[in-house]
Nanobody, 119 residues
Framework: QVQLVESGGGLVQAGGSLRLSCARSGSVFSLNVMGWYRQAPGKQRELVATITSDGSTNYADSVKGRFAISRDNAKNTVYLQMNNLRPEDTAVYYC?????????????WGQGTQVTVSS
């Protein structure tokens, strides 16, 4: 059974930084995509950043140049370094792993971690 556990959320002032971590337990195919999504109150969940198993990254336009996603395959962990945070970054951040081997692809989600940015 695959489980994802996020950590690192909290309250920070605008301009500050946070680093989110997501540790995976359970086995998945080595070819996968890990990512971070977020959901603000009253809004739909949106993609923040993804990283493939070979290190290719993708970012939402709103976080390019401020956030950096990385992964440590040996530790089954994905990270999100968030710099120059803005109040509009306030949301619950969810870790995701997508396994494209399956049809349709299989998604696993963490429980979410709250990030609050004060102005």
């Amino acid at each position: 059974q695959v489980q994802l556990v996020e950590s690192g959320g909290g309250l920070v002032q605008a301009g500050g930084s946070l680093r989110l971590s997501c540790a995976r337990s359970g086995s998945v195919f080595s070819l996968n995509v890990m990512g971070w999504y977020r959901q603000a109150p009253g809004k739909q969940r949106e993609l923040v950043a993804t990283i493939t198993s070979d290190g290719s990254t993708n970012y939402a336009d709103s976080v390019k140049g401020r956030f950096a996603i990385s992964r440590d395959n040996a530790k089954n962990t994905v990270y999100l370094q968030m710099n120059n945070l803005r109040p509009e970054d306030t949301a619950v951040y969810y870790c995701n792993i997508r396994v494209p081997y399956y049809s349709p692809p299989r998604d696993y989600w963490g429980q979410g971690t709250q990030v609050t940015v004060s102005s």
